[in-house]
């Protein structure tokens, strides 16, 4: 059976910390589907289509690697992509008491899905989303957290702010 990985996130935008866990995930799963929330409540910085474009040029290395979105429940895509694991990063103290609340849900509404956490490396312990865009609104050098191309974007979306 071919082992199917989904990883979820909101990846608004792609950050190395991310990069890195879904190079780890391509070589311990047979494929790994990046999967961007697309989340009405929330008001992100990137579209969906720029999530999903900036991951997938991040991620055009990697063999094995898809990006796709979703709406709804996480569990109903997992299912309906035929994956048997959703895969999920940890950085600090603070992920593992909201990770264990979603972990456990996730449990009782998909009893055979199986949740895989892998720590973050010690170089991106620090990096998240939200601080990558607040750094790159004050026009901060962010080049050592987040690809190429969206340092780029980034850049370009700041421009004028
Ligand atoms: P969400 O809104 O679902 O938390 P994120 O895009 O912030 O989505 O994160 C997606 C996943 O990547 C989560 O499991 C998160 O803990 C993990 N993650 C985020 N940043 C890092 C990082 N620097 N190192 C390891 N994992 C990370």
């Known amino acids: 059976m071919e082992k199917i990985a989904v990883c979820p996130g909101s990846f608004d ?3 190395l910390g991310h990069l890195d866990i ?8 047979d494929r790994v589907i990046v999967a961007v929330l697309h989340n009405q409540k929330k008001e992100p ?20 690697v898809e990006v796709d979105w979703f709406g709804g429940l996480l569990i109903d895509y ?3 992509s035929n994956a048997q694991t959703i895969i999920r990063g940890l950085r600090a103290v603070t992920d593992f008491e909201y990770e264990m609340q979603v972990a456990s849900i996730n ?9 895989f956490f892998m720590m973050t490396d010690n170089h991106y312990s620090y990096v998240s989303s939200s601080i990558v865009k607040e750094a790159a609104r004050y026009h ?10 969206v340092a780029k974007a980034l850049k370009a979306k700041f421009k004028s702010v």
């Open 22 to 29: 879904i190079e780890r995930g391509a070589k311990t799963f």
């Open 78 to 80: 997992v299912k309906k």
């Open 107 to 115: 449990k009782k509404i998909g009893p055979e899905i199986e949740t």
């Open 13 to 15: 935008p792609i950050t």
């Open 140 to 149: 901060a050098n962010v080049d050592d957290l987040v690809p190429a191309n």
């Open 45 to 64: 910085l990137f579209t969906v289509e720029e999530r999903v474009r900036l991951i997938k040029e991040a991620t055009s290395h990697l063999e094995h």
